[in-house]
């Protein structure tokens, strides 16, 4: 069995602002590199056997200031990146309203809003691979990974059951630099309490 310990990226000045980030690439702000600071010092007690990261810069900065902290190299993985939110990308909630008041009416009825980036459905999918790769590297290890809203909310669907819209229904994402415990076992995905 893999233990995942599935961690939010800190505080992005886009986070602060409300802003849609998606495969944007803004860094952690003051705030969110203190998040991770405090994070990895809590860390400092688990064993914990590798970190594994988005590779954008927001969750790669909150992961290597753990990994700094662990002692322990870095590694990217492709499929742990934000959802692409294509035109949406770096807009407001407000601004989105005014500029695709359809789509963003879709959304909040949890459709598909944007036009252009990715649907959940492939995000979650390809969070899914990332987090079985990882757990076929490390079939017993305790390993850190760093990533975002949508691909957390992705594993809360798939320990649960249910599909990434749901979920949408059901769950809010974590906080900055929060941490979900999850296992990985025969191609299963759970959360830990």
Request: charge should be negative; proline fraction near 4%.
């Amino acid at each position: 069995m893999t233990t995942i310990l599935l961690v939010r990226h800190g505080e992005t000045d886009w986070n602060r602002d409300n802003r849609f980030q998606g495969h944007a690439d803004p860094p952690l702000n003051d705030r969110g590199r203190g998040q991770a600071r405090e994070l990895a010092a809590r860390l400092g007690e688990e064993e914990v056997d590798a970190v594994f990261t988005s590779p954008l810069r927001r969750a790669r900065e909150t992961a290597e200031i753990i990994g700094d902290a662990l002692v322990l190299p870095v590694a990217a993985h492709q499929g742990l990146r934000e959802v692409d939110v294509g035109e949406w990308q770096g807009l407001t909630r407000d601004e989105i309203a005014t500029r695709y008041p359809e789509a963003f009416a879709r959304w909040l009825g949890y459709g598909r809003g944007w036009e252009r980036g990715e649907t959940y459905e492939a995000m979650a999918e390809r969070t899914l691979d990332a987090v079985h790769d990882i757990s076929a590297a490390y079939p017993r290890g305790h390993v850190v990974v760093v990533t975002h809203g949508g691909p957390v909310r992705a594993l809360f669907a798939s320990a649960a059951g249910i599909t990434h819209t749901e979920a949408r229904r059901r769950t809010s994402v974590i906080a900055n630099c929060g941490v979900a415990h999850f296992a990985v076992e025969d191609g299963a995905v759970r959360a830990v309490d």
